[in-house]
């Protein structure tokens, strides 16, 4: 499975910012579509999950400002971030995982929040 992740950039604190992640290649319908983050000096640390029925989790410290989604139809997953801080500066990565035991990182999209 490959992981194209898109869409970061510079915003300023209580910007927002939309990251997708399109999957391609042997999908398994039951999959867990994934955000992580690595922040610099910082160790990777996962930020919210989407189950392919749909069901989410969050990182307390984004609870309430970042929504995960996803459409099936497009093997896309997207995490919709708002109200930024300067501490979600990091390098927000896309993560693929099966109940086949199959998994898959994409190659990481920087977002900067700075004023």
């Known amino acids: 499975v490959q992981l194209q992740a898109s869409g970061g950039g510079l915003v300023q604190p209580g910007g927002s910012l939309r990251l997708s992640c399109a999957a391609s290649?042997?999908?398994?319908?039951?999959?867990?579509m994934a955000w992580y983050r690595q922040a610099p000096g910082k160790e990777r640390e996962l930020v919210a999950t989407?189950?392919?029925?749909?069901?989410?989790n969050y990182a307390d410290s984004v609870k309430g400002r970042f929504t995960i989604s996803r459409d099936n139809a497009r093997n896309t997953v997207y995490l919709q971030m708002n109200s930024l801080k300067p501490e979600d500066t990091a390098v927000f990565y896309c993560?693929?995982?099966?109940?086949?035991?199959?998994?898959?990182w994409g190659q990481g999209t920087l977002v900067t929040v700075s004023s």
């Open positions: 993560h693929y995982s099966d109940y086949k035991g199959t998994t898959s």
């Open positions: 290649g042997s999908i398994f319908r039951f999959n867990v």
């Open positions: 989407i189950t392919s029925g749909g069901s989410t």
